[in-house]
Every structure is written in C-alpha cells, then in structure tokens.
C-alpha cells in the first residue's frame, strides 16, 4: 500500500526525464508534467507516492522557499455523476414539456 510521502531536493534534467535529487543523496524519476518542467534547476518540495524502484507520482510540487500552495483535485468521477445527474433532469424536464403539448 501507497503512503504519501513529502521530499525536498532540486529538479534536474536526466536522459529519461525530471529527476528530483534529494537533500539525503537519493533521486527519484518524477512524471513528466509541465509543472514539474517549469522548475527544472529549481530547488524543491514534492509531495506524493512512491512508484516502482525508484519513481515517484507528484501529488503536488512547488519551490522550497514558498509555503505548500491549497490542493485542488478535479475528480473524473465527480463530473461524471454531474454530468449523469444533469442528464436525467434535462431528459425528465424534456420528457414533462412534450406531455403538455
């Protein structure tokens, strides 16, 4: 099982995409987002979960001189039901005026 884990190092370009080089000497493939491309060379903190060896999924990533930005997540799932929720009421409302004439 995932835990989510809070590292601090500096963003760097390897052959395979951006690498966080840690203060404790380890380094981690980071997915390659154009947030992460954006602080390459930056000093950084990142938060998220371990991927394999030596890989790691962003939760969120910023600079370390700033404090950890709010988290916000779009969940697919939520526009989905929305979407599905709006849909019934659009059919039920259509459904209720074509009755009427």
């Keep these: ?3 989510t884990t809070h590292l601090t190092g500096i963003v760097e370009r390897a052959a395979n995409g951006p690498v966080l ?31 394999g060896f030596n890989g790691f999924v962003c939760e969120q990533i910023w600079p370390a001189d700033q404090p950890r930005p709010t988290a916000f997540k779009l969940r697919i799932e939520f526009l989905l039901a929305a979407g ?3 849909y019934g009421l659009y059919a039920t409302v259509g459904a209720f005026v074509s009755t009427l004439g």
């Design 1 to 3: 099982m995932n835990s």
């Design 84 to 86: 599905f929720v709006a």
């Design 21 to 51: 080089r840690t203060d404790g000497g380890g380094t981690w493939e980071l997915d390659n987002t154009r947030q992460v491309r954006k602080l390459i060379g930056s000093r950084v903190e990142v938060v998220g979960e371990r991927s």
